[in-house]
């Protein structure tokens, strides 16, 4: 059963997209839905993108339960060994 629940936040950084192009990246959109490529019955998408450069300048990620948690966790692992003055 599908929940609806997206969640969409502005975000400030950079994403390298087809052909190795790097773009801008102010939106993010998270849901637990259908993929439409894993080979799960649901996943955590998460759409990176800047859309006042229209549909085609975003990152899609599909990732099972487990593996957003961990991506998650590794974050906060990443984000923890980063001395404070560092991350403004």
């Known amino acids: 059963m599908c929940t609806y629940t997206t969640i969409k936040t502005e975000v400030n950084g950079s994403a390298k997209g087809p052909e190795g192009k790097w773009f801008h ?31 085609g300048q975003r990152i899609a990620l599909e990732l ?19 001395p404070e003055e560092l991350k403004v």
């Open 64 to 82: 099972t339960a487990e593996s957003a948690r961990r991506l998650v966790d590794s974050i906060q692992q990443a984000l923890a060994a980063v």
């Open 25 to 55: 990246v102010s939106d993010v959109t998270t849901y637990f839905d259908h993929p439409v490529h894993a080979m799960a019955e649901h996943t955590l998408n998460v759409d990176l993108a800047d859309p006042s450069r229209g549909p």
